[in-house]
Each structure stands twice: as C-alpha cells, then as structure tokens.
C-alpha cells in the first residue's frame, strides 16, 4: 500500500428517495469503524457518497457528525444562470458538499459530455472549493481495438489543459460499469499505472503522486481488497454494491487498515 489515504466514494445514481436514504445513512453511521478498530496510526478511508441531488439535504442531516463527506454527481460550468435542469457549484456547496463527480461515463452517454465540458466543470468545481473526482475510462469496443490508453491519454489531456489546482481521478473502464464484470487487478493497476506516469511527466512526480486514482467497476466486497492491493489503486467509486450499506461498510473496512 502506498502512502495516500485511500478514498472511497459512493455513487448512488439515480437511486434512493429521501426515507430510503436516511434509513441506509442510519446503517452506514452504526457500522462506521473507530480510531480504536483500526491499525495504530491509520487515519482509514476516507468516504465521499454521491447522492442524486434531492437528495444532498436529507443526507447532509442524517450524516451531520458522521466522517463521511458528501458530493454531487454532476455540476455546471457556470457560477448560475439559465440552465434548466443543472446544478452550480454554489448550489451544492450550499447543500452541504466538499466533493463533485466530473465526466461519469453515464454522463458523456446520456449528456453528450466531452472531454473539454468534463473540463470545464473541473475547473468549475474548483472556483467554489470543490474537489472533482474526474471519471475517465475506456468503452469496450476501444480495449478491444487496443485503444485504451489512448483514450485515457485525450481524457486527461483534456482536464490537464484546463489546469485545475486541484483533482482526483476515478479510472471506470466503462464495460465494467454495473455489468458484474470487473477489470482483473492486473488491468485495473496497468490503467492506473499508465495514468500516474501521464500525471508524472506533466506535473511532476510529486504533484502526480498526490494525485489519488481510484477504480471503479463492479467493485464489491469480495473483489476490493485484491483490487486495492494495486501499488497505483487508492481506493474505489463504487455504485451498485453503495446502494446496501452492508456492501459499502464491507468495501471501506478492506480500504480502511
Ligand atoms: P458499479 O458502478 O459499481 O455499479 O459498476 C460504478 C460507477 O458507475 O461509479
């Protein structure tokens, strides 16, 4: 295991009505391990989830003294303004949140979001104190045509150019998304190996080896710890296994030694 704290997000989608999701928070807060449960010295995972956005208030209550931060799923580029339907950073701010995902892959299918949007919402995120846990991944299509890092390289290129003072990533291979079918630890360490050496040669190996690279994919309890054992792997976005707190709780402890 490398020196960054591993993170370990949860991305409900478009889960959960506000009942449902304070009686899931009142698990997740009864099952949370202490200081006193862990290795001398651990600080644990530490655990972001990503409600839908009714959601965000509810949640913020029922996790209030919790260690668990919130995030938004998605925000707009601009600080306000005539955009039905979308979310400021400001607006989420306000709603409790330290975290944004940027760029998921179901975002760039359903959204038409480009690399340069991803972008600009990254940059956005960070005007209002927000940390964006950038989502980049390749479709199965292009890992079959050997395009994979490839397209990593234009995704991070994209978010790179744009220069946000601060970021994490989430390495979500796209054919792993909510299929069951989740990246081999070699696959997964080999992205995130070719991620961190695209961060290094941009920004540096100390800025880069800041720089937390989660995996997510059909991540579950039974697959994290192996996954995690990845030198480059700093924890998880987790989707469908987040939705039951049992699953989620299992997936923090394997982060959390
Ligand atoms: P999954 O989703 O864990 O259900 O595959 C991961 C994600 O989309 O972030």
Known sequence: MNERRPL????????KTAEEARHHCQELVAGLRGPADRAPGSAGAEVVIFPS???????AEALRDAPVALGGQNLHPADAGAHTGDVS????????????LCGHSER???????????AEKAIAARRHGLTPLVCVG?????????????????????????????????????????TGETATPEQAQEAHAFLRGALESRLGAAAAGRVRIVYGGSVKPDNAAELLAGADID?????GASLDAASFLAIIAACGL
């Open 8 to 15: 370990v997000g949860g991305n409900w989608k478009m889960h």
């Open 53 to 59: 956005h009714p959601l965000l208030p509810p949640v």
């Open 235 to 239: 924890g998880f976005l987790v989707g």
């Open 108 to 118: 760039r299918r359903d959204h038409a979001e480009t690399d340069a949007l991803v």
């Open 138 to 178: 390749e479709l199965l299509e292009q890992r079959r045509a050997g395009e994979t890092f490839a397209v990593l390289e234009r995704q991070l290129t994209a978010l790179l150019d744009a220069a946000p003072d601060r970021f994490e990533l989430a390495y979500e291979p796209v054919w792993a998304i909510g």
């Open 89 to 100: 950073g400001a607006q989420l701010v306000d709603a409790g949140c330290a975290w944004t």
